[in-house]
């Protein structure tokens, strides 16, 4: 009996976790990189008092690379006199960015002119590159219907690890090939791929740009401020 009863809450947990796993009674799989996962902490509450203020015309939304920008040097040179706003959290996965601009609410209050979107790198453990570039896909989906007048500036995922030829560069590289399609011209969305910015002429990565292979060094943001600015404040001129 007391077997059958071990068996049975066995039973029982394995049924719980393939239902959390499945999308209604269709069977397939859910997608984790689509699937909103909660972010309600300190710095996501940062972020709604910024919107709450408003005055925001360009919003940085990503991961901790995103957050590394802090005030530094050359976010004060290139985006806070165009009254950017960085809305990076360390350690998100696009499930994270997909909860916070819709149940947590960080655009509604805001309508940036540009939104400059890079996140995806921190699945890239769990979630297969179709999967990364699906959750991205949604991310820039719903930041439009969140606020449709605004331009997203979508950059493809920065290398990551030392030398190239990987596994992991290989899922990069599917990635942006994939979400580099969700460019329309510019008319609502701009792809850019800045990555071989980072690496040497053999595809590495060098510790003076990116200290663990990941993050960004201080000259690692000046080449991502220098790739970018001329084109975020093209987006964000509504004078043309």
């Known amino acids: 009996m007391k077997f059958a009863k071990v068996a049975s809450i066995a039973l029982l947990a394995l049924a719980g976790t393939l239902a959390f796993w499945t999308n209604g009674n269709s069977g397939e799989k859910k997608n984790p990189a689509t699937t909103p996962m909660n972010r309600d902490i300190a710095r996501h509450k940062e972020f709604l008092a910024i919107a709450k203020k408003g005055d925001v015309d360009v919003v940085f939304i990503g991961d901790s690379i995103t957050q590394g920008w802090g005030n530094n040097k050359t976010w004060k040179k290139h985006f806070e006199p165009l009254k950017a706003a960085n809305f990076g959290i360390s350690g998100d996965q696009t499930g994270h960015v997909l909860w916070r601009i819709t149940e947590g609410k960080e655009l509604d209050n805001i309508t940036p002119k540009v939104a400059v979107v890079m996140i995806g790198t921190n699945n890239s453990g769990r979630d297969s590159a179709a999967q990364i570039a699906e959750g991205i896909s949604l991310i820039v989906k719903t930041i439009h219907e969140k606020t449709p007048k605004t331009k997203i500036l979508l950059l493809g995922v920065f290398p990551r690890g030392e030398k190239a030829g990987t596994s992991i560069r290989q899922k990069i590289s599917d990635i942006n090939k994939t979400i580099a399609k969700l460019d329309d011209g510019g008319k609502t969305v701009k792809y850019l791929d800045i990555g ?34 001329e084109t975020v404040q093209q987006m964000a001129d509504t004078k043309k």
Do not use: N, Q, V
């Open 196 to 229: 071989s910015k980072f690496t040497k002429e053999d595809a590495s990565l060098g510790k003076d740009i990116m200290p663990d292979f990941l993050h960004l060094s201080g000259r690692g943001y000046e080449i991502w401020g220098e790739a970018i600015a």
